[in-house]
């Protein structure tokens, strides 16, 4: 559709074509993928079925989040919400238990996984409050609120419990606050809990996987006696506090005049990342711990905690550069990589279409993210271009935790690649995330 506007060309443009043929490319390997990974399984044509009956249905919440005018999402974000917490809830209660997390909802012979859909309709809900409070965005209340508005959400997901949920929801909604202008200062103090939080439990898995390096590192006896000792964590609080008048008085000296209330909250931050790490250090569940210390040390335990991620870059390596052809891999066929059609789908793509085939999808998904990137800036309100970089921080983050994950870069998260893996509930959700930028697409006007 093209329009005159004040001696202007404006040209309304329905679909962005290279989106729509990058996740045409990415579907399309994928399911030769999880083809090639099924034939190797007992359940495999079950796991065939049910993924050529999910296509249609991804299409059709494509088709459904494009021609949706989005911007009733913001007018109704309240319902959208409702919705969100009502779904959560009812799956703890009447949900099927699927690898110990009750977020499965059987129907018939297939299942539904709510958490999937509500991450992206909880971006439309963030993308609606920070819309709304775009004005005082920079005030700490603001942050307040949106921190309330989130965690009922969070706290149901934990409740499954489904933490790999959370692992793909919060960078998403992280990357809204920053898009929306959150002042950097909580920002930093985010970062700082954050870090502080992750940091201390995987100290402490080492120093229990490792408990050599205990009599031989000061620091590290210190560190590993803190999770046990209630006198180490009190002195630890207590240098964090004396660290921060140090900093501070440090600062004045070189003529740096920075409230002495900032350093000493960052310094609290700090402080609340420690116990809530030692919180989860407490609670930390056994396979989760195996996670972490096969991201540490998987050659500690080659045939147990290790074993998954040894096996799926045995296979990346056995395919060389370009692969022993689709339908060809050994490592996969003969069993020895786990989980091989969802969480570690990318060894089977690297074991058969060697590196050229694994970083022409990186490639594809970085396309993805650009265009995403691209409607982001030339979205006709705040809505749609909060929308889409939730979008944008969720796939990102996807991305980054599986080639992450095959590379020891990151732990094993159980946390699929869209279009890649197996996965009906998440190719739906996924299609239906894109179909709403699509949305934003569509309804914004370049001047040509």
């Known amino acids: 559709m093209i329009m005159k506007l004040s001696g202007q060309i404006i040209k309304r443009r329905k679909l962005d074509y290279t989106l729509l043929a990058a996740l045409f490319m990415l579907i399309t390997v994928g399911f030769l993928v999880v083809l090639s990974a099924a034939g190797g399984l007992s359940f495999g044509g079950e796991i065939v079925h049910k993924y050529i009956a999910a296509v249609p249905l991804a299409a059709g919440a494509f088709l459904f989040g494009w021609l949706f005018n989005y911007q009733i999402y913001n007018e109704q974000w309240k319902a959208v919400y409702v919705f969100i917490l009502t779904l959560l809830a009812t799956v703890l209660f009447a949900g099927t238990v699927v690898r110990n997390t009750s977020g499965w909802f059987r129907l018939g012979p297939f299942s539904m996984q709510p958490a999937e859909i509500c991450r992206i309709a909880l971006v439309l809900v963030a993308a609606a409050f920070l819309t709304r409070n775009s004005r005082n965005i920079k005030e700490f209340k603001t942050l307040f609120f949106f921190g309330l508005l989130i965690v009922p959400a969070f706290l149901l997901i934990m409740l499954q419990p489904d933490f790999s949920s959370l692992v793909i929801t919060a960078p998403a909604l992280l990357i809204m606050l920053y898009a929306a202008g959150v002042n950097l200062f909580y920002f ?49 609080c207590a240098a964090v506090l004396a660290m921060a008048a140090l900093v501070w008085r440090g600062l004045k000296l070189f003529r740096v005049y920075l409230p002495a209330v900032f350093v000493f909250i960052m310094a609290g931050a700090v402080i609340a990342g420690f116990w809530g790490g030692f919180l989860v250090n407490k609670h930390l569940k056994n396979y989760q711990r195996k996670r972490i210390e096969a991201f540490l040390y998987p050659e500690a335990d080659p045939k147990g905690a290790g074993y998954n991620v040894l096996q799926a870059q045995i296979a ?36 058969e279409l060697g590196r050229f085939g694994t970083l022409g999808v990186l490639a594809l998904y970085m396309i993805l993210l650009w265009r995403v990137a691209i409607i982001a800036k030339a979205a006709s309100d705040i809505y749609g271009s909060l929308v889409c970089c939730g979008v944008f921080g969720i796939f990102f983050t996807y991305m980054l935790v599986n080639f992450g994950m095959l590379i020891g870069f990151v732990p094993v998260a159980g946390v699929p690649l869209p279009f890649i893996s197996y996965g009906g509930s998440n190719l739906v959700a996924s299609m239906w995330a894109f179909g709403v930028v699509q949305s934003v697409y569509s309804r914004r006007l370049s001047v040509v």
């Open 188 to 236: 930093a103090l985010l970062g700082a809990f954050a870090l502080a939080a992750a940091a201390f439990p995987v100290m402490w898995t080492f120093t229990a996987l490792r408990p050599e390096v205990m009599e031989t590192n000061a620091l590290m006896y210190i560190v590993g006696r803190m999770a046990h000792n209630w006198v180490y964590a009190a002195g630890f």
């Open 316 to 351: 990346m390596g056995a395919g060389g550069v370009t692969g022993k052809g689709l339908f060809s891999g050994t490592q996969s066929k003969l069993g020895f990589v786990p989980e091989k059609h969802t969480d570690f789908i990318l060894a089977v793509l690297g074991e």
